[in-house]
């Protein structure tokens, strides 16, 4: 059973966003990027409440910004899915999950050493240049409990 609901335009979305988020990072990277959108979908907390499809993840709003830099910024997220990424998309709408990035609701490559916290959320650790973070203990349990 897939880890949430979605639809083939669901997936050429995620295989969009992980290209343009994490294309740079290979596979590794870009399933990544994919398992944060599929726990924002999950978690309904903290920042991430009422989303209930992967478009309202991919399109979420937070202080007057997309949440996702490449939505806000258009480039390669504006161009067509490729099939290798669809391919991505449909093992992490599925069931890809790992750690860094396992339980992590923000990542961003800060150019720099990644900083203890994000968001005040600890860091879960690090690939390549994406920093992960996944929230607090006791502050949105729901991540920790699928």
């Known amino acids: 059973m897939a880890r949430v609901k979605y639809t ?9 966003m992980m290209r343009a988020e994490a294309e740079g990072e290979g596979r590794l990277g870009m399933l990544m990027v994919g398992n944060v959108i599929v726990n924002r ?4 907390c903290l920042d991430f409440k009422d989303l ?6 991919i399109f979420h709003v937070q202080g007057g910004n997309y949440s996702f830099e490449a939505v806000q ?18 093992q992490t709408l599925e069931f890809w999950r790992e750690h860094p ?10 150019y720099a050493p990644c900083p203890p916290t994000w968001y005040d959320q ?22 920790y409990a699928w």
Not at 73 to 89: D, I, S, T
């Open 8 to 16: 083939e335009s669901d997936v050429a979305l995620v295989a969009r």
């Open 41 to 44: 979908l999950k978690a309904n």
């Open 52 to 57: 209930r499809t992967i478009s309202h993840v």
């Open 73 to 90: 910024k258009g480039n390669v997220f504006y161009n067509p899915a490729r099939a290798v990424e669809k391919k991505l998309a449909k």
């Open 101 to 110: 990035s396992k339980y992590a609701l923000w990542y961003f490559n800060p």
């Open 122 to 143: 600890p860091f879960a650790g690090q690939f390549k240049q994406h920093c992960y973070y996944e929230p607090q203990a006791n502050t949105c349990d729901s991540v």
